[in-house]
């Protein structure tokens, strides 16, 4: 990790952790999740319906050249349209091309995480168009100018008073702190742009190989008005996210609202199959699907391929502490939390986010909650080892462990460094413990305690204790 990218990255932490509105309200947040997930696990048989979607991801990404090709395939035999885009600047190209041949002048979305990663909006804000998030959290976290927070709740952070700031500022007049008055506003203000827009832009949970479906799962209705009002639909997915066929859908949408949102069944499963035909009483009149490579087949057959096997239920972040300290932005990327710790330095190179893999205390929570069963944890260390042996780690931490190696080959070097531990350590004790201390204790005492050097070592009361002549 270079000292340019801790620093950035130490700066973000510490704005989060100096912000109490958002240390509250990720905490409230947390714990509700963590309760309601709780509740699935004791009302479905948890572990085997985990086997169920692991049994399906495992073997979609183990032929998805294949269900990829059939996928797109029958987009195409149903009147769509197919892009495969090879990295994000290909993908922005082919939808800022289509708003301006269309001379589309408002376009109006539903979550997507993919259109976040690559940098849709501003492309097609270049390109002329109005973008407008329909998404309530998407829409708050558009109009404060930031990224999701979450990747299940964008707006997870914001307090009702923070929401009714932005909605006022939108509105040109003060609105009440209430959830039903906000909520109402922003259901006038959108109807009336799904009403008018020229393009939707959509995200995409999973794609049907089998039949070329494209199925969202929202708890809002403006998935629906987003793809099925303007003339134009566009999906833009990653090349991932694909199920062999409808039946396969059956575990990922079971486990899917419980892990995500605590819910036995999410609002709206959505399935669009091609674009309008003949005697179709709505839908869009074009169906363009851009699928979205962007690094993901660099890590297939790659030690981290189960990657790729993630549903985005979120629940890493539900149950990370480091998230539930440090929130979604101090990552500064697309996927915040254990998911995006692993998965954005492996999309856009280790170089550009070597601070992530360390964002974590391996506790192993995301590793256990996962459900997928990626091993979250352990990609985390992989990353850590790639990015020292990639020259990425600090020279004192590297001097340090090797110091400490050496000394653990050399009981009197150990010994040694145990006496001089203590004496050392003396000054900074204080009512039992060490609450402040210089380098490498202070970074560690800034948030907790550091317990005081015991006074006799377990190698000494070993020693105490052994029978003489043993």
């Known amino acids: 990790m270079t000292g340019a990218s801790r620093e950035a990255f130490d700066r973000r932490v510490d704005s989060a952790l100096g912000d109490p509105v958002l240390q509250e309200v990720i905490s409230s947040g947390q714990d509700y999740m963590q309760a309601l997930q709780e509740q699935a696990k004791a009302e479905l048989d948890w572990p085997a319906w985990l086997d169920a979607v692991e049994a399906v991801r495992s073997h979609t990404i183990a032929h998805l050249d294949f269900y990829a090709a059939q996928f797109a395939d029958n987009v195409e035999r149903l009147g769509g349209r197919v892009c495969f885009a090879a990295d994000a600047a290909e993908a922005r190209e082919y939808v800022a091309a289509l708003v301006k041949r269309k001379g589309a002048k408002l376009v109006v979305k539903s979550k997507s995480m993919v259109s976040e990663e690559i940098g849709l909006n501003r492309a097609l804000e270049e390109a002329g168009a109005e973008v407008v998030e329909t998404d309530l959290g998407e829409l708050i976290v558009q109009l404060a100018g930031e990224r999701p927070f979450h990747i299940v709740a964008p707006a ?241 931490w590297t001097a340090g462990f090797r110091g400490f190696a050496e000394a653990t080959r050399r009981p009197r070097a150990w010994a040694l460094g145990e006496r001089v531990a203590k004496v050392a350590l003396r000054p900074f004790e204080r009512h039992g413990s060490v609450r402040w201390g210089p380098g490498l204790l202070g970074l560690w005492t800034r948030s907790r305690d550091f317990p005081p050097w015991a006074r006799r070592s377990f190698r000494e009361l070993w020693r105490s204790r052994r029978p003489s002549g043993s």
């Not at 629940?315 to 697309?334: E, F, N, S, T």
């Not at 280790?350 to 974590?360: D, T, V």
Request: with cysteine; glycine share 12%; charged share 20%.
């Open 156 to 396: 997870a952070h914001k307090s009702l008073a923070q929401i009714r700031d932005l909605f006022s500022t939108m509105a040109g007049e003060e609105l009440a702190a209430d959830a039903g008055v906000l909520t109402t506003f922003a259901r006038h203000v959108l109807r009336e742009k799904f009403l008018t827009a020229d393009i939707g832009i959509s995200g995409c949970n999973f794609g049907v190989a089998a039949t070329g479906t494209v199925v969202l799962v929202t708890n809002e209705g403006n998935g629906r008005m987003t793809t099925t009002l303007p003339q134009t639909h566009v999906v833009v997915m990653g090349v991932e996210r694909l199920v062999p066929d409808l039946q396969s859908l059956e575990p990922i949408l079971a486990v899917l609202p419980w892990a995500g949102a605590g819910e036995r069944i999410t609002a709206y499963v959505t399935a669009i199959t091609g674009p309008r035909r003949p005697g179709d009483g709505d839908g869009p009149e074009e169906l363009h699907v851009v699928l979205v490579d962007n690094g993901r087949s660099s890590i297939l057959g790659s030690k981290y391929e189960k990657i790729l096997h993630c549903i985005r239920c979120g629940a890493c972040l539900d149950a990370c502490p480091v998230y539930r300290k440090i929130g979604g932005h101090a990552y500064d990327c697309a996927y915040p939390g254990p998911i995006g710790a692993v998965l954005s330095p492996l999309l856009d190179g280790l170089e550009r986010h070597p601070e992530l893999p360390f964002a974590s205390s391996l506790c192993g929570a995301c590793s256990e909650v996962c459900s997928a069963r990626i091993p979250l944890a352990d990609y985390l260390l992989e990353l850590r080892a790639d990015a020292v042996a990639a020259g990425g780690g600090s020279a004192s």
